[in-house]
Each structure stands twice: as structure tokens, then as C-alpha cells.
């Protein structure tokens, strides 16, 4: 185990000892991310020696069954790294298992309260890797048992509700346990390095703060494509759809890192305050243009990489009017953006995964060269969230070369994994460091998450009155054909990187 060095050779700073307790352990999002991600900070030396990781979940195993499936887990999520036995046994001494039902109270939390006796002192974690419908009654047993010492913390994970009435029931629920400088609302886009990255990029070089703004920039594009189905999450999705599921949370926190206002520092609430403001200034979609500015779709069976796959119906087992892709156009009313569309767009079982932002400048007013030399297209900047993180920029240049004028368009090409390591921390690992570190920065404050569901239950709203069907689009492919009428209607087209 490396105790200073993380892959890229620069210095890893341990945090203090703490104790986290992941609820729902057993689930999906901690076998798959959180444990792993756990397990990379404490391989690279990061976690201290005198950590405990707690796993509850209703499943009745043994601690010794649980240790091995967060192994067998891991071995099936990252096949290609190899650790051997004495790393896993190393790690496994930090885990410890409890069976609990979360909502009860009575005696099953006493095995938690056992756990974490006499150990007051250290920082302590409370994931809550559950349903929103949780939040309250953990949060709640959390406190009646006296658990939320003065150094604890409670991390939610999205969503955080299902609309602006519930987000507020629960944000009063956890609000009544833990002030609010102790509540993590977690989005883990914001701990991707490309994210962070769109702050360092805005302002920390003169080049590009002068010309974030309508006077030189023509419109924004933010594309978040899955090449997966509901699958077996198809029963939840279906209670949420793609507008609440990625565009409430992850694209409109990554519209507001584009938009906002240059903080006057980096400090956690410096930058939440900038933040909420572009929410509080984005334009209403209202009934009266809810079908000329949003797309709602479903997809239908198709093949993706060659492999046929089922419709939304099918892996659902009925029918249903859930959206499984979503286009819209938004404006940020204030005097930076004035006139400026941003463009969002997330799907299922489209043809490529990939989630970036797409800055696009205004073309050249007087173009110098004839039209034999080329097509002349507008200077973009692209910022690549994954699968492979960087950061392009587009330009026009002339092909070396004898024979006359002869115009290319060429990426300056920023590229994470060639020009840092093969490997560096991953989101929940950084989002996870950050919770034990105090860092609010990566997490979103209770007026940024109500103020995005105030936005977005006006479109659902508008939905509703307008009656607004989902339209239908193959699998593997971008989306229905509306998608591509909503910005062709403005003489603009869907990004798709070179």
C-alpha cells in the first residue's frame, strides 16, 4: 500500500480517522461504487488505520458473508485490477456488518450502537445510499439513539424527493437531526476532475472570462447519453423519468457551474451563493412553450454495439408514458447570458455513453477566405466529462501543404488520461474525501436543490396541462427526430464530437 503517493505522483494527504456507516449496503450503489471507491482511498493510503466501515442493510448475513460479496463485487466491477489477497484482508478488518431495518426503532439499532461505542471523538458518516422516503425516519432513529455526535455528518443521495413539496418535507425531516453545515447532498458529477476542472478553466486563465458571455458566444450545449436501459431499475425509474433523474440534479448543476458569476473565492458557500442565483434566473417553460422548447421520449427496442435490446415497455412488463429521454431549451435571464440558449439533453439506450458541455462562439463576422478552401466552422469548446476526460478546443487552421489555401478544423486536445495517469481518484472517491474533510464545496446547500425542483416541476406542470406524449425513438440511437427539429428550428444542430 502506497502511503504518500497517489497514481499520478503527486501527494496524497490522509484524512482523519472516521467512521462511516453506508445504509444499503447491500444495494447497488454501494457494492458497485461506494465500498470500491472506499477501498481505493484506503489502498492508496489515504484512510487512516483507525477507521471503522459499517454496512447495514436489512439482509440477515454473517460479517464474514458481507466481506466476501463487497470482494466479489469489486472483483466483477473492476476485473482489470489486480489486488491480492493480503490488500483485501488488510481492508477487510475494516469492515463490519449490522442487519437493520432502518425505519424501525427498536433493538436493531442497538448492533449499530455497539459498533460505534466510545468512539465519539472521531469524525462519523452517515450514508444514506436509500430512497428519499428514508431520509426522515434514519435521520430520525440517527437522532433518537444519540448517534449524531457533534463531528457527524449525513450524506443524501440524490434525488432529494420527487418534487418541491417533498424535497422540503425532507429537508425539514433531516434539518431537525443535523444543521445544515452537517448535510451532504450528494451529486457526484460535481467531484468528476473535469467538473472541477470548469472553474480552475473559467477563472484561472485571462483567455476565456472576457469572451463567457452573449457578446461572443452563440449557445451552450450539455448532452448526458446512456447507453443503458431502466434494466432492472425500470420499476423506480418509471416513478421518476429522465427530467427528474438526471435533468433536476446533474445538468442543472452543471449549467449553473457554466453560468454563474466569478466567485470572489473558492469557499464552499462563495460558490453555492453564485450558483443559486443562474437557478433563480432561468427562465419559466410555461404550457405556452413547454412544446415548442422541451422533447419528451421513450425508447423502443433497437440494437446498441450490434446486440439487440428490449424497449422501455418490455424491461418495464407494461405500458408506460415515462420519459426515458429529454430535450430542452433554456434561457438564464440576466445580463450575461441575456439571449443565449442552453440546450440540455439526456437519454437512455442512445447510440454512444457520453456527458460533456459544448461552449459554441460566435462565428466570424466577415469570413476572408474563399469557399473553395473549405467550410469555415465557429471555434467550440468542449469539455468531456466521460468517458474520457479533457478538454478540446476547436479551431480553424490552415492544411499544410502546397496546392493554395486549404482550410482543416483541428481539436487542441487535453486529454486526462495521457496527460496526468492511467488512474486518479474517481467522483465518489473525491465526494467521499471531501465528506471526512469538511469540504461543503462538491454538495449542493437546501436552497439550490429547492430552487431546482422549483424549475422543474413547472415544466412536469406544463406537461401535464399540455398533455404531452412521449415520443418514441429507436435504441441506439440519438434520440427521437423532435430533438433535432427543437434546435434545428434555431439554425443550430446536436454537437456530436469528432
Given at each position: 500500500?502506497?502511503?504518500?503517493?497517489?497514481?499520478?505522483?503527486s501527494?496524497?494527504?490522509?484524512?482523519?480517522?472516521f467512521?462511516?456507516?453506508?445504509?444499503?449496503?447491500?444495494?447497488?450503489?454501494?457494492?458497485?461504487?461506494?465500498?470500491?471507491?472506499?477501498?481505493?482511498?484506503?489502498?492508496?493510503?489515504?484512510?487512516?488505520?483507525?477507521?471503522?466501515?459499517?454496512?447495514?442493510?436489512?439482509s440477515?448475513?454473517?460479517?464474514?458473508?458481507?466481506?466476501?460479496?463487497?470482494?466479489?463485487?469489486?472483483?466483477?466491477?473492476?476485473p482489470?485490477?489486480?489486488?491480492?489477497?493480503?490488500?483485501?484482508?488488510?481492508?477487510?478488518?475494516?469492515?463490519?456488518?449490522?442487519?437493520?431495518?432502518?425505519?424501525?426503532?427498536?433493538?436493531?439499532?442497538?448492533?449499530?450502537?455497539?459498533?460505534?461505542?466510545?468512539?465519539?471523538?472521531?469524525?462519523?458518516?452517515?450514508?444514506l445510499?436509500?430512497?428519499?422516503?428514508?431520509?426522515?425516519?434514519?435521520?430520525?432513529?440517527?437522532?433518537?439513539?444519540?448517534?449524531?455526535?457533534?463531528?457527524?455528518?449525513?450524506?443524501?443521495?440524490?434525488?432529494?424527493?420527487?418534487?418541491?413539496h417533498?424535497?422540503?418535507?425532507?429537508?425539514?425531516?433531516?434539518?431537525?437531526?443535523?444543521?445544515?453545515?452537517?448535510?451532504?447532498?450528494?451529486?457526484?458529477?460535481?467531484?468528476?476532475e473535469t467538473?472541477?476542472?470548469?472553474?480552475?478553466?473559467?477563472?484561472?486563465?485571462?483567455?476565456?472570462?472576457?469572451?463567457?458571455?452573449?457578446?461572443?458566444?452563440?449557445?451552450?450545449?450539455?448532452?448526458?447519453?446512456?447507453?443503458?436501459?431502466?434494466?432492472?431499475?425500470?420499476?423506480?425509474?418509471?416513478?421518476?423519468?429522465?427530467?427528474?433523474?438526471?435533468?433536476?440534479?446533474?445538468?442543472?448543476?452543471?449549467?449553473?457551474?457554466?453560468?454563474?458569476?466569478?466567485?470572489?473565492?473558492?469557499?464552499?458557500?462563495?460558490?453555492?451563493?453564485?450558483k443559486?442565483?443562474?437557478?433563480?434566473?432561468?427562465?419559466?417553460?410555461?404550457?405556452?412553450?413547454?412544446?415548442?422548447?422541451?422533447?419528451?421520449?421513450?425508447?423502443?427496442?433497437?440494437?446498441?454495439?450490434?446486440?439487440?435490446?428490449?424497449?422501455?415497455?418490455?424491461?418495464?412488463?407494461?405500458?408506460?408514458?415515462?420519459?426515458?429521454?429529454?430535450a430542452?431549451?433554456?434561457?438564464?435571464?440576466?445580463?450575461?447570458?441575456?439571449?443565449?440558449?442552453?440546450?440540455?439533453?439526456?437519454?437512455?439506450?442512445?447510440?454512444?455513453?457520453?456527458?460533456?458541455?459544448?461552449?459554441?462562439?460566435?462565428?466570424?463576422?466577415?469570413?476572408?477566405?474563399?469557399p473553395?478552401?473549405?467550410?469555415?466552422?465557429?471555434?467550440?469548446?468542449?469539455?468531456?466529462?466521460?468517458?474520457?476526460?479533457?478538454?478540446?478546443?476547436?479551431?480553424?487552421?490552415?492544411?499544410?501543404?502546397?496546392?493554395?489555401?486549404?482550410?482543416?478544423?483541428?481539436?487542441?486536445n487535453?486529454?486526462?488520461?495521457?496527460?496526468?495517469?492511467?488512474?486518479?481518484?474517481?467522483?465518489?472517491?473525491?465526494?467521499?474525501m471531501?465528506?471526512?474533510?469538511?469540504?461543503?464545496?462538491l454538495?449542493?446547500?437546501?436552497?439550490?436543490?429547492?430552487?431546482?425542483?422549483?424549475?422543474?416541476?413547472?415544466?412536469?406542470?406544463?406537461?401535464?396541462?399540455?398533455?404531452?406524449?412521449c415520443?418514441?425513438?429507436?435504441?441506439?440511437?440519438?434520440?427521437?427526430?423532435?430533438?433535432?427539429?427543437?434546435?434545428?428550428?434555431?439554425?443550430?444542430?446536436?454537437?456530436?464530437?469528432?
Open positions: 500500500m502506497n502511503n504518500t503517493q497517489t497514481n499520478t505522483g501527494k496524497l494527504l490522509p484524512v482523519e480517522p467512521d462511516i456507516v453506508v445504509f444499503g449496503a447491500t444495494g447497488d450503489l454501494a457494492l458497485r461504487k461506494l465500498l470500491p471507491a472506499l477501498f481505493h482511498r484506503w489502498r492508496d493510503g489515504q484512510i487512516p488505520q483507525d477507521c471503522k466501515i459499517i454496512g447495514a442493510a436489512r440477515a448475513m454473517s460479517q464474514a458473508d458481507f466481506i466476501a460479496r463487497v470482494e466479489e463485487h469489486y472483483r466483477t466491477y473492476f482489470e485490477e489486480k489486488n491480492g489477497a493480503d490488500d483485501w484482508k488488510a481492508f477487510s478488518e475494516h469492515l463490519h456488518y449490522c442487519a437493520l431495518d432502518v425505519a424501525s426503532t427498536d433493538a436493531d439499532w442497538s448492533a449499530l450502537e455497539t459498533r460505534l461505542a466510545d468512539r465519539d471523538d472521531k469524525i462519523r458518516v452517515f450514508y445510499a436509500l430512497p428519499p422516503s428514508l431520509f426522515g425516519p434514519v435521520s430520525a432513529n440517527i437522532g433518537a439513539h444519540k448517534l449524531n455526535t457533534p463531528k457527524a455528518r449525513i450524506v443524501l443521495e440524490k434525488p432529494i424527493g420527487h418534487d418541491l417533498s424535497a422540503r418535507a425532507i429537508n425539514d425531516a433531516v434539518g431537525r437531526v443535523f444543521p445544515e453545515e452537517s448535510i451532504f447532498r450528494i451529486d457526484h458529477y460535481l467531484g468528476k467538473v472541477q476542472n470548469l472553474l480552475i478553466l473559467r477563472f484561472t486563465n485571462s483567455l476565456f472570462e472576457p469572451v463567457w458571455n452573449s457578446n461572443v458566444v452563440d449557445h451552450v450545449q450539455i448532452t448526458v447519453a446512456e447507453t443503458v436501459g431502466a434494466g432492472e431499475r425500470a420499476s423506480y425509474y418509471d416513478t421518476s423519468g429522465a427530467l427528474r433523474d438526471m435533468v433536476q440534479n446533474h445538468m442543472l448543476q452543471l449549467l449553473c457551474l457554466v453560468a454563474m458569476e466569478p466567485p470572489n473565492d473558492f469557499a464552499a458557500d462563495t460558490i453555492r451563493d453564485e443559486i442565483k443562474v437557478l433563480r434566473a432561468l427562465r419559466p417553460i410555461t404550457p405556452k412553450t413547454a412544446t415548442r422548447d422541451t422533447v419528451r421520449g421513450q425508447y423502443r427496442d433497437g440494437a446498441i454495439g450490434g446486440k439487440a435490446v428490449p424497449g422501455y415497455d418490455d424491461e418495464l412488463g407494461r405500458n408506460s408514458d415515462t420519459e426515458t429521454f429529454t430542452l431549451k433554456a434561457y438564464v435571464d440576466n445580463w450575461r447570458w441575456s439571449g443565449v440558449p442552453f440546450y440540455l439533453r439526456t437519454g437512455k439506450r442512445m447510440k454512444e455513453r457520453r456527458s460533456e458541455i459544448m461552449i459554441q462562439f460566435k462565428r466570424v463576422a466577415h469570413p476572408l477566405t474563399a473553395e478552401a473549405g467550410h469555415l466552422h465557429p471555434t467550440r469548446l468542449v469539455i468531456r466529462l466521460q468517458p474520457d476526460e479533457g478538454v478540446k478546443l476547436l479551431l480553424m487552421t490552415k492544411d499544410p501543404g502546397p496546392g493554395g489555401m486549404r482550410l482543416r478544423y483541428v481539436p487542441l487535453l486529454s486526462y488520461a495521457d496527460t496526468f495517469c492511467a488512474r486518479y481518484p474517481d467522483a465518489y472517491e473525491r465526494v467521499l471531501a465528506v471526512v474533510r469538511n469540504d461543503l464545496g454538495f449542493m446547500r437546501r436552497d439550490e436543490v429547492e430552487a431546482a425542483w422549483g424549475w422543474i416541476d413547472g415544466i412536469l406542470s406544463a406537461w401535464n396541462a399540455d398533455e404531452m406524449p415520443q418514441s425513438y429507436a435504441a441506439g440511437t440519438d434520440g427521437p427526430t423532435q430533438s433535432a427539429m427543437l434546435i434545428d428550428r434555431d439554425g443550430r444542430e446536436w454537437f456530436d464530437d469528432l
